[in-house]
């Protein structure tokens, strides 16, 4: 599935941003979905996941509180709601899916990924 996120932007501190993954011409309904992000210089590191059976979450500690993965499979979306946003939180960020996968927090677990979507929380 090749997959388009967008939503990246500059914001301050304490910000909100959304976040949307947009999969062509695949029901999302049978794609495990999670995010990912990369900050200078540092290694891509997971942020959150959804599992396309049961619809369980997983959420990196760091994030846990603030982001909510969420997906409406009515249009191909899957969306990471940012909340209370610290400059840490700058990276770019990437969408990814599994057809049938088991999700999680491992990036090997999923084979399609989006481009990516640059977001910088200014202090």
């Known amino acids: 599935v090749q997959l388009q996120a967008s939503g990246g932007g500059l914001v301050q501190a304490g910000g909100s941003l959304r976040l949307s993954c947009v999969a062509s011409g695949r029901n999302l309904n049978i794609y495990s979905m999670a995010w990912f992000r990369q900050s200078p210089g540092k290694e891509r590191e997971f942020v959150s996941a959804?599992?396309?059976?049961?619809?369980?979450?997983h959420y990196a500690d760091s994030v846990k509180g603030r982001f909510t993965i969420s997906r409406d499979n009515s249009k191909n979306t899957a969306y990471l709601q940012m909340n209370s946003l610290k400059p840490e939180d700058t990276a770019v960020y990437y969408c990814?899916?599994?057809?049938?996968?088991?999700?999680?927090?491992?990036?090997?677990?999923?084979?399609?990924w989006g481009q990516g979507t640059l977001v910088t929380v200014s202090s």
């Open positions: 959804s599992s396309w059976i049961g619809g369980n979450t």
């Open positions: 990814a899916a599994e057809r049938y996968g088991i999700g999680g927090t491992f990036q090997n677990n999923y084979h399609d």
